[in-house]
């Protein structure tokens, strides 16, 4: 047995997280507006006033919330403001998307059960910065996407969608990222829905199971 699921707010306020690039926090906020998960992704945070994600949050209308970790002397304090600030927006779940910093054990437990995170390998595979490169590189056949929760260890907790990417013959990185990225944008909304919309529960802190 574990922790039971499905039973949150019908309309949860959901913070999407972003480093960089922000691909998927755009697929996200398209997927939420045409309904494909419930509740509403109502800011964008970030901790790189130079992310790309910033542009696009604009273009979206989705407010940015950039809180400067190097205005902190400690991680601890970091994530101290940045709790204040989610419980300003009144946060009820995160979504980790290219969102390059750790969270502290402390910060996953405060929002326990209620992140996820998208990393672009089929997890325990190729954990890390680079997954798509470090898969290419060591000549996998089969390579994809995870979508999991995140526990107090990196690219660790339980899963709940992984989607597979066959690598072609004589295909070059840049395709494979490609087709990985297309991937990541497809599956992502659906795993939020499933965590909304489904009863489920994780057993022994493993294994995410749906119950309904
Ligand atoms: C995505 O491919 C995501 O899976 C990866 O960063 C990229 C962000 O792209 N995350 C990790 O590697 C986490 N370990 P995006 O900014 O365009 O969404």
Redesign the pocket.
């Given at each position: 047995m574990g922790s039971r699921g499905g039973t949150g707010p019908i309309r949860p306020s959901i913070a999407v997280f972003?480093?960089?690039?922000?691909?998927?926090?755009e697929a996200l906020v398209r997927a939420n507006r045409r309904g494909r998960f419930p509740g509403r992704i109502t800011v964008m945070v970030t901790d790189n006033p130079n992310a790309f994600?910033i542009e696009r949050a604009k273009r979206l209308g989705v407010p940015v919330l950039f809180v400067d970790p190097s205005a902190f002397a400690s991680k601890e304090e970091y994530e101290r403001a940045l709790l204040k600030e989610l419980r300003l927006w009144k946060v009820d779940w995160i979504l980790?998307?290219?969102f390059?910093r750790i969270l502290s054990p402390v910060f996953v437990r405060r929002y326990r059960h209620r992140i996820l995170?998208?990393?672009?390998s089929l997890l325990p595979a190729f954990?890390?910065?680079?997954?798509?490169k470090d898969a290419f590189e060591y000549g996998v056949k089969v390579t994809g996407?995870t979508i999991h929760f995140v526990d107090e260890e990196v690219?660790h907790g339980p899963i709940v969608l992984q989607g597979c990417v066959k690598i072609r013959e004589g295909e070059d990185l840049a395709s494979l990222e490609e087709r990985?990225?297309r991937l990541?944008h497809r599956l992502y909304p659906e795993a939020v829905n499933l965590v909304l919309t489904r009863k489920w529960r994780i057993e022994k802190g493993r294994r995410w199971v749906l119950l309904s």
């Open positions: 972003c480093s960089g690039n922000g691909s998927n926090f994600a980790l998307a290219g390059m995170n998208i990393h672009p954990k890390g910065r680079s997954g798509i996407v690219d990985i990225h990541e």
